[in-house]
T-cell receptor
């Protein structure tokens, strides 16, 4: 499809396990963003990439969270030693340029449940 | 910490009624966006406002950016059941529009037929 694709759509894991969430942005979009949305809240910024590099990772809550975008397209959000508080919907968005007075295109999200 | 406060958090109205959702902050934003999100989907952009005092209309939706660029409102005229969803305002606090957005907590709108 032409939109932002996120996999898996749902992930249930146990406390302490490692999780990877994948985002495939719209082809040609140079900027990629990860946000986290808890139940009843608005999305919360985690990290954004311009090309292959993390331009701003100030929203990552702690060092258990890490994200990569090695070839400037697909990105993977990695969470180590998951905790119940990590349960949320993880949203990925992309934009064609760094100047986003235009639009962020969001995927449908990956719902993570940590038991 | 820059925050965006939305009000009301929940709104349940009958088809045909008008409504206004507010998005307020004590901080200045270089631009402000409104998104609509349906269950199981990501937010979809409705509008971006960048100039203080700006008013934009999208069919039955009217968006306004405050003169001081600290607040915004969304007014829906003659609401329809298809307007049901979560409405989110989001502001870019920086001067270079990076896409690092601060979102409000959202307003859940239910329009009953």
């Amino acid at each position: 499809g032409a939109g932002v694709s996120q996999t898996p759509s749902n992930k249930v894991t146990e406390k302490g396990k490692y999780v990877e969430l994948r985002c495939d942005p719209i082809s040609g979009h140079t900027a990629l963003y990860w946000y986290r949305q808890s139940l009843g809240q608005g999305p919360e910024f985690l990290i954004y990439f311009q090309g292959t590099g993390a331009a701003d990772d100030s929203g990552l809550p702690n060092d258990r969270f890490f994200a990569v975008r090695p070839e400037g397209s697909v990105s993977t959000l990695k969470i180590q030693r998951t905790e119940r508080g990590d349960s949320a919907v993880y949203l990925c968005a992309s934009s064609p340029t760094r100047d986003v007075t235009g639009e962020l295109f969001f995927g449908e999200g990956s719902r993570l449940t940590v038991l | 910490t820059q925050l965006l406060e939305q009000s009301p958090q929940f709104l349940s109205i009958q088809e045909g009624e008008n409504l206004t959702v507010y998005c307020n902050s004590s901080s200045v934003f270089s631009s402000l966006q409104w998104y609509r999100q349906e269950p199981g989907e990501g937010p979809v952009l409705l509008v971006t406002v960048v100039t203080g005092g700006e008013v934009k209309k999208l069919k039955r939706l009217t968006f306004q950016f405050g003169d001081a660029r600290k607040d915004s409102s969304l007014h829906i005229t003659a609401a329809q059941p298809g307007d049901t969803g979560l409405y989110l305002c989001a502001g870019d606090p920086g001067s270079s529009n990076t896409g690092k957005l601060i979102f409000g907590q959202g307003t859940t709108l239910q329009v009953k037929p």
